[in-house]
């Protein structure tokens, strides 16, 4: 039986090639601990471990015919954490990747160490805080709490039983709106101590250094503060009293110090402020409704005198529509809708006099509806629809001159608009498709000459990209991607912005999917997961293989 064979491609041309017999290198170890390294044929004139190289299986932790589907991932002290998910719901675990060949001449080899298996939920919310990894589970005892880890089995344990008599982190905690965050060495976050109701609370990591900061709706009502955003050592994030609604509350994570920032909405009723980012340390940028203006722009600096509407840009009740707030250097871009222009592009830098349409893109009510608004220096990157040419590529630097089309990629099918600005360096890749190449990876510099397609990776008006993909993951001044050329299915591919630095590893040999979903970025290596054939695993790539920024 031989072993699936790796073909690195680079262009056209075959750059690595090796088959032989099973590999014998994955070794067991003791029943948490396996470890995977690189075959002796596959380090043929790869004598420096950073140098690039094909992609390498990191373990294999979930034997075939498995598939380790992985959900959080963090690096903590120089080792990856990950949080894997079963799908049957009863076996998802935590799992930490410590790679051992610290010399530069040695093969790759990493050391799997199950932290915490035999969990009925998935983890959740991996922070680091310190040295250590606080995140959220249920280990089918307690119910959904707060865990710490150390990197050791040993020292992965439960925090404290938050709520004795059930969840402290109920069903809303799931989703991705309200994460906890974490300021210097404390994880401050939502819970429920099932007498209190949803309150703030913070933890260093230990069960003396566990406890709510503030009972902000006073009983068994729960305030639900959230989402948080970080402002040096303040948080400032929405929550309910239970007497003047749903208004903006600041905490440095004493009792005394968290406070209502500002009752907007005068009386019970609710502004319900979120949309939160910070410019600098006077202007923070939010969206609420004082109930005379409707959903609008604000700002504060952090006191109840300078926390202000900052343009009521669809006059009276009506909301303005605001969305995609972006900060470019010292220019706050976004989406509104000011009932004459349509949805268009705005900036701001505080106040009512520079509040402004940056340019009626597509004249009429209808509006451009830009999207994606992706910052880069101080322009900010875009996709409008100006009415004749469909929805475009667009890069602005907040003037009416200075907001253009950057090139018109032609007329898509529905489904395959250009969609996924990423920065990468100094450069934005993103997807478009033409009648001539289908779907396909584009970088632009920001000129129109510069904005252009990387590569048709399958050849023709047939798709290298799917409908609907996933970003692409930038690693320096390139990006990590998925995609088809025809004859290898969906594999790895990465790139520097040229066709030439174009390149790809077929994993799962021939034209079967190995279907590669990036994990995390660390210093030396991009970790992704893959299909070989045998069942998806943890893999690496070395930065290397990516340009600096």
């Given at each position: 039986m031989s072993r699936p064979c790796l073909l690195w491609l680079a262009g056209s041309c075959a750059l690595f090639f090796a088959c032989g017999p099973p590999d014998e290198s994955i070794e067991a170890g003791p029943p948490s601990v396996v470890t995977a390294q690189l075959g002796a044929e596959e380090s043929i004139g790869l004598e420096h471990r950073k140098r690039c190289q094909p992609p390498v299986k990191v373990a294999d932790l979930t034997?075939?015919?498995?598939?380790?589907?992985?959900?959080?991932?963090?690096?903590?002290?120089?080792?990856?954490?990950?949080?894997?998910?079963?799908?049957?719901?009863?076996?998802?675990?935590?799992w930490k990747l410590e790679e051992l060949s610290r010399n530069h001449n040695a093969p790759p080899e990493w050391r799997a160490t199950l932290l915490l298996g035999g969990l009925p939920d998935n983890p959740r919310f991996f922070s680091v805080v310190g040295r250590k990894l606080l995140f959220v589970v249920d280990d089918g005892v307690h119910g959904s709490e707060l865990w710490?880890?150390?990197?050791?089995?040993?020292g992965t344990r439960m925090v404290k039983d938050i709520n004795p008599l059930g969840d402290a982190f109920?069903?809303?905690?799931?989703?991705?709106?309200?994460?906890?965050?974490?300021?210097?060495?404390?994880?401050?976050?939502?819970?429920?101590?099932?007498?209190?109701?949803?309150e703030l609370w913070r933890s260093d990591g230990t069960e003396a250094g566990t406890r709510m900061v503030k009972d902000i709706a006073r009983g068994p009502g729960s305030s639900s503060?959230?989402?948080?955003?970080?402002?040096?050592?303040?948080l400032l994030f929405a929550a309910d009293?239970?007497?003047?609604?749903?208004?903006?509350?600041?905490?440095?994570?004493?009792?005394?110090?968290?406070r209502l920032l500002k009752d907007i909405n005068r009386g019970s009723a609710s502004s319900s402020p979120d949309s939160w980012i910070r410019m600098d340390d006077q202007r923070i940028f939010f969206?609420?409704?004082?109930?005379?203006?409707?959903?609008?722009?604000?700002?504060?600096?952090?006191?109840?005198?300078?926390?202000?509407?900052?343009?009521?840009?669809?006059?009276?009740?009506?909301?303005?529509?605001?969305?995609?707030?972006?900060?470019?250097?010292?220019?706050?871009?976004?989406?509104?809708?000011?009932?004459?222009?349509?949805?268009?592009?705005?900036?701001?830098?505080?106040?009512?006099?520079?509040?402004?349409l940056v340019k009626d893109i597509r004249p009429g009510l209808e509006g451009s509806r830009p999207r994606e608004l992706t910052a880069l220096d101080e322009d900010v990157f875009l996709f409008a629809d100006d009415g004749t040419h469909g929805l475009e590529p667009w890069r602005s630097n907040g003037s009416t001159g200075g907001t253009r089309l950057l090139k018109d990629t032609g007329e898509a099918p529905p489904g395959f608009e250009p969609s996924q600005l990423v920065v990468a360096g100094e450069k934005i890749f993103f997807y478009a498709h033409t009648?001539?190449?289908?779907?396909?990876?584009?970088v632009t510099n920001g000129t129109t000459a510069g904005t252009r397609l990387v590569k048709d990776i399958q050849p023709g008006p047939a798709n290298g990209i799917s409908g609907d993909p996933a970003p692409a993951f930038?690693?320096?001044?390139?990006?990590?991607?998925?995609?088809?050329?025809?004859?290898?299915?969906?594999?790895?591919?990465?790139?520097?912005?040229?066709?030439?630095?174009?390149?790809?590893?077929?994993?799962?040999p021939g034209a079967a999917s190995s279907s590669p979903d990036p994990i995390i970025l660390t210093r030396d290596w991009l970790y992704f997961s893959a299909d070989d054939g045998t069942g998806s695993e943890v893999w690496a790539l070395p930065v290397a293989c990516f340009p600096k920024d």
């Open positions: 034997p075939t015919p498995g598939h380790t589907n992985v959900g959080e991932r963090a690096e903590v002290d120089g080792a990856v954490i990950i949080g894997t998910i079963d799908l049957s719901g009863n076996n998802s675990a935590v710490v880890s150390d990197g050791t089995p040993a109920g069903d809303a905690f799931h989703g991705l709106a309200n994460p906890p965050v974490v300021v210097g060495r404390t994880l401050y976050f939502a819970a429920d101590d099932g007498t209190h109701g949803e503060p959230g989402p948080f955003l970080v402002d040096g050592r303040r009293d239970g007497v003047h609604g749903r208004e903006p509350w600041k905490s440095d994570g004493t009792q005394n110090d968290t969206v609420a409704d004082d109930g005379l203006h409707g959903r609008e722009l604000w700002k504060t600096d952090g006191t109840q005198d300078d926390t202000r509407l900052v343009e009521d840009i669809r006059p009276g009740t009506a909301d303005s529509s605001i969305a995609e707030l972006t900060v470019a250097e010292r220019t706050l871009f976004f989406t509104a809708d000011d009932g004459t222009h349509g949805n268009e592009l705005w900036a701001s830098k505080g106040s009512a006099g520079d509040t402004r009648p001539d190449t289908g779907q396909e990876l584009w930038p690693v320096g001044g390139g990006v990590f991607f998925r995609a088809f050329d025809g004859t290898h299915g969906a594999e790895p591919w990465w790139t520097d912005g040229t066709e030439a630095g174009t390149k790809t590893a077929d994993i799962n």
